[in-house]
């Protein structure tokens, strides 16, 4: 089925570890983007990608790096991670002539 | 960015319609508005966007207010489906999107 792949689903870290999250799409959109969301929360813009080679900085970058690998995949890597980076993240893609995103399932992280 | 003043809760009783309001005072002229809605433990999915009339889908109208400064989202017929989180968003033409805290809809069997 066609739509935004987001891999790992759960991931536990120990506190200064590294990760990267993967997302990947397969609806040739030109936009990605990376959400994480708190409890109880809305969703908060980290980095998002307007077209393949760019990266721009969203509401909270700090903590965060990315990487547009090509038009398909946008990766979100924590370099150290810190309990405050507990959340669930939200990986999204658009195609700005149809003017909705869609959103991947989320992958869960818990650093402890 | 416009910002987006929506009610915490509400609630509906199934097969009812429902009508969730939001205010956008600050948006601007060329911004349109988006709805999302976000189930539980998934990704928000897109439900309806419009820029000035009013707009209808197999989802739900959007009913858009002639000053813009507000809209409302209608679901006809509520069911227990259609309990989540719904956002309302100004989208300007950078496509970048920023949530609010949106409306938490509890549907009643």
């Given amino acids: 089925n066609a739509g935004v ?9 120990k506190t200064g570890q590294s990760m990267t999250l993967q997302c990947a799409q397969d609806m040739n959109h030109n936009s990605m983007y990376w959400y994480r969301q708190d409890p109880g929360m809305g969703l908060r813009l980290i980095y998002y ?49 149809r003017g909705f995103y869609t959103f991947g399932s989320g992958t869960r992280l818990t650093v402890v | 960015d416009a910002k987006t003043t929506q009610p915490n809760s509400m609630e509906s009783n199934e097969e009812e319609p429902v009508h969730l309001p939001c205010n956008h005072s600050t ?3 060329t911004d349109y508005i988006h709805w999302y809605r976000q189930l539980p ?10 820029l000035t009339s009013n707009v209808n889908n197999r989802m739900a109208s959007l009913a858009i207010a002639e ?5 409302t989202l209608i679901l006809h017929r509520a069911t227990l489906r259609d309990a989540a989180v719904y956002y309302c968003i100004p ?18 069997a």
């Fill in chain 1, 49 to 97: 990608s307007a077209s393949e080679g760019t990266t721009d900085k969203g509401e909270v970058p700090n903590g965060y790096n990315v990487s547009r690998l090509n038009k398909r995949e946008f990766s979100l890597r924590l370099e150290s991670a810190a309990p405050s980076q507990t959340s669930v993240y939200f990986c999204a893609s658009s195609d700005r002539d």
């Fill in chain 2, 91 to 108: 989208v300007s033409g950078t496509y970048k999107y920023i949530f609010g805290t949106g409306t938490r809809l509890k549907v009643l």
């Fill in chain 1, 5 to 13: 792949t987001q891999t790992p689903k759960f991931q536990v870290l």
């Fill in chain 2, 67 to 71: 000053d813009r400064k507000s809209s």
């Fill in chain 2, 41 to 50: 433990s998934q990704g928000p999915e897109y439900v309806i966007h419009g």
């Fill in chain 2, 27 to 29: 948006i601007s002229g």
